[in-house]
């Protein structure tokens, strides 16, 4: 089977599979499983458009390998405070960008909704833009990078769990 | 400093008998006395941040910003000055520069196309002789006299700082030598390069961010990232000064080792936990580079700046009141010109600890929102702010103290006629 568009189909239902799972995974604040959804040497950072487009480094989040990507869930699970919440993450929009042997750079839109357990209002907590790198390792695909832009640059009070 | 009497006779506003120890709700909580705050303090004898020079190096470059709620337009002018006037069309009031940043040669109006200078001078006014001999405006109508409203600007080490008022003090004696002292080890003089923003807002009153940074008991209770792994310890080497007004204040510590910890203080602070380790501890390192004892200061610098030095993770925070219950927070983050790529990399890290996801930082913007949220759901109580008796106000030694928060609350208590 050589035909670039099934090809093409097959590389975009596995990243479509991968962002359900990852999506899962932080909806059910399964953090320790989106750790491993990283490869080791991942760059992972939130970062306001404002911040993107002005070629601004400044991220909520950033983790420059997947040791600080564990400690943030580790910090999140074991040491923060906050008022319990629960994340709802849609992600669509998938565009494949490009394919260089092992390397798939690829973009979809995300929304995370927050509901709080005092109020009936979900919030749309972000709204942004996933900028991706990834690779295979052993077979699987994992994010060697996610970039999350975010539209709404004005955050409601605190962004406690990654999106 | 002269004590104006407030506008109120109501006993609605009544100071707990027993004074400072006590701070009622409707501090927090009441529209009428936050309206007089934006009056007698944004508006009033008060220098308010409201850029970094950094942000508008050349001529013609503007950013918004805000001093209390009022939205001002901070640019450089062709004298090459910085200039700051209010985001206000003098002729329909639209809020005529919507971009939070640019380049321009004029600011123009969208609405009407009237003109203003860098300055904010009045420039033009299209068809203001009317057209075919008819209408425009009145033949005496002057433009020198309809310039936007302007605001006194004076900068310190490369931050800027706006007021309304005539008789604002010189900004180095309105810090005070200490605060003064404090803002220059952290502002040492290196060219400051913007790393970036943040922009979040907090369902809190305005004046819980200065008390949060003035309350060094919540540091090792609250922050239990911060005590794990020896940031900041009770028993720390540490200070929380007041300057005399009680205005200002600095909370400041010297990173510790957590295996100093006594046995005693690991029981006070549940937070404690043997033996967590970091995957990549080297975001805690500190790389000194100040001329200071202190690895971390909070400078509460009245009534809308605090300056982040979190060991290298540098930030202004630019606290924009919206209303009694809310506010909003804009932070500039920033390094120096000369730091290579790998202490910029270093800064972006520790900057993990800070702002609206930081490990400490988001925990700070909880807490804020609880207190609010209580005041609002059982309203018509008062705070116990009593720790710390042998300082009624001010400077103390002790971290278990709320001293600088009583002193705070003396100081807006004279400014409000309260």
């Known amino acids: 089977m050589s035909d670039p568009r099934l090809e093409a189909l097959l590389l975009r239902a596995e990243i479509e599979a991968f962002n359900a799972d990852y999506a899962a995974a932080l909806d059910e604040q399964r953090l320790s499983d989106w750790v491993e959804m990283f490869t080791e040497d991942a760059f992972y950072v939130i970062l306001s458009k404002e911040n993107h487009d002005r070629g601004m480094p400044v991220g909520l989040i950033y983790c420059e390998n997947r040791g600080m990507i564990q400690d943030r869930a580790f910090a999140l699970k074991k040491t923060a405070m906050f008022a319990p919440r629960y994340m709802r993450h849609m992600i669509s929009n998938l565009q494949i960008v490009s394919v260089a042997g092992e390397e798939v750079r690829a973009r979809a839109n995300y929304i995370t909704l927050q509901v709080l357990f005092d109020n009936p209002v979900a919030t749309v907590h972000q709204v942004g833009i996933y900028l991706d790198v990834f690779r295979r390792v052993d077979g699987a695909l994992k994010l060697a990078e996610r970039r999350c832009v975010y539209d709404n640059l004005l955050v409601d009070n605190a962004l406690c769990l990654p999106v | ?418």
């Open chain 2, 1 to 418: 400093m002269n004590v104006v009497p407030g506008p109120f006779s109501n006993s609605k506003y009544v100071w707990p008998a027993e004074g400072l120890t006590r701070i009622p709700d409707w501090v927090y909580t009441d529209p009428d006395i936050y309206a007089l705050e934006v009056e007698r303090i944004f508006h009033g004898r008060t220098w308010n941040y409201v850029a970094l020079e950094a942000e508008v190096p050349n001529v013609g470059d503007f950013i918004r910003s805000n001093v209390g709620p009022t939205p001002v337009v901070v640019a450089r002018g062709d004298d090459g000055a910085v200039h700051v006037f209010e985001n206000r069309c003098v002729h329909r009031a639209a809020e005529f520069c919507r971009e939070l940043s640019g380049t321009a040669k004029e600011f123009v109006c969208p609405y009407h196309q009237w003109t203003y200078d860098l300055q904010g001078n009045l420039q033009g006014v299209p068809f203001r002789r009317g057209v075919n001999g008819g209408g425009g405006m009145p033949a005496d109508f002057k433009t020198a006299n309809h310039g936007l409203t302007k605001l006194r600007v004076t900068t310190h080490r490369g931050v800027v700082f706006a007021t309304y008022s005539e008789e604002t003090e010189p900004f180095t004696d309105y810090l005070g030598a200490d605060v003064l002292r404090e803002f220059e080890a952290t502002f040492d003089g290196r060219k400051l390069q913007v790393l970036g923003h943040y922009r979040h807002s907090l369902p809190g009153n305005w004046k819980l961010y200065h008390e949060n940074l003035k309350d060094p008991y919540h540091a090792t209770l609250l922050h239990t990232f911060l005590v794990t792994f020896g940031l900041m310890v009770a028993g720390n080497k540490s200070m929380m000064l007041s300057d005399p007004s009680g205005r200002h204040g600095v909370m400041g510590s010297a990173k510790s080792d957590a295996a100093n910890v006594t046995d005693e203080n690991k029981k006070e602070m549940r937070a404690y936990k043997e033996g967590m380790t970091l995957a990549e501890p080297r975001f805690m390192d500190f790389v000194p580079e100040f001329d200071s004892p202190w690895s971390v200061t909070m400078a509460t610098i009245w009534p809308n700046l605090i300056v982040q030095r979190e060991m290298n993770t540098l930030g202004i925070r630019q606290i924009v009141p919206t209303g009694p219950n809310e506010f909003i927070m804009k932070w500039t983050m920033f390094g120096f010109e000369g730091d290579d790529a790998e202490m910029t990399r270093h800064r972006l890290r520790q900057g993990n600890l800070m702002g609206p996801a930081g490990f400490l930082g988001l925990e700070d913007n909880e807490a804020i929102k609880f207190v609010q949220d209580g005041m609002i759901r059982v309203p018509g109580g008062e705070h116990l702010v009593a720790l710390d008796p042998k300082v009624p106000t001010g400077t103390s030694d002790s971290l278990i103290s709320e001293a600088a928060i009583r002193g705070m609350y003396r100081y807006w208590r004279q400014e409000m006629g309260l």
